[in-house]
């Protein structure tokens, strides 16, 4: 796994290999026992995009944290995460099954946490926070 990224996505998902953004194979049954081939560039250009579109969603792997014990994290951090991909409130309450102002409170949390007082010093607070 040298080299390779992961990241973790809690939607489900179907297994698909793209080659070279030409080719295409999916799976045609549920067990994942048969595949089919998709040739398409339109068909293939529109897995590309779900895929990209599913990545950009997914969770980094936080090595150091899986080592610790701590795989988790706490709902604010998850927030802040969210909030740096650039989720509104909104989608971020419905991602974590929360209620608009819950998230608005761990909001109001990370920006006393971190002493901003914008969105923006706040993502720039936690970047420089995540980094150390």
Known sequence: MMGSRLRVLDLPFSRTI?????????SAA??????VVVEDPTT?????????QQWAQAQVVDWVAMAAGSV??????????????GLTQRAIATRMG?????????????????DAETLFQLGW?????RDV
Do not use: W
């Open 72 to 85: 988790e994290p706490a709902a604010h951090e998850q927030v802040g995460r969210l909030l740096a991909r």
């Open 44 to 52: 293939v250009a529109y897995l590309v995009g779900v895929f990209e």
């Open 30 to 35: 549920s067990d994942n026992k048969a595949a």
């Open 98 to 114: 929360l209620s608009e102002r819950t998230v608005a409170a761990h909001i109001a949390r990370l920006r006393e946490s971190y």
């Open 125 to 129: 607070q936690m970047r420089g926070a």
């Open 18 to 26: 793209i080659f070279d953004r030409t080719i295409a194979l999916i």
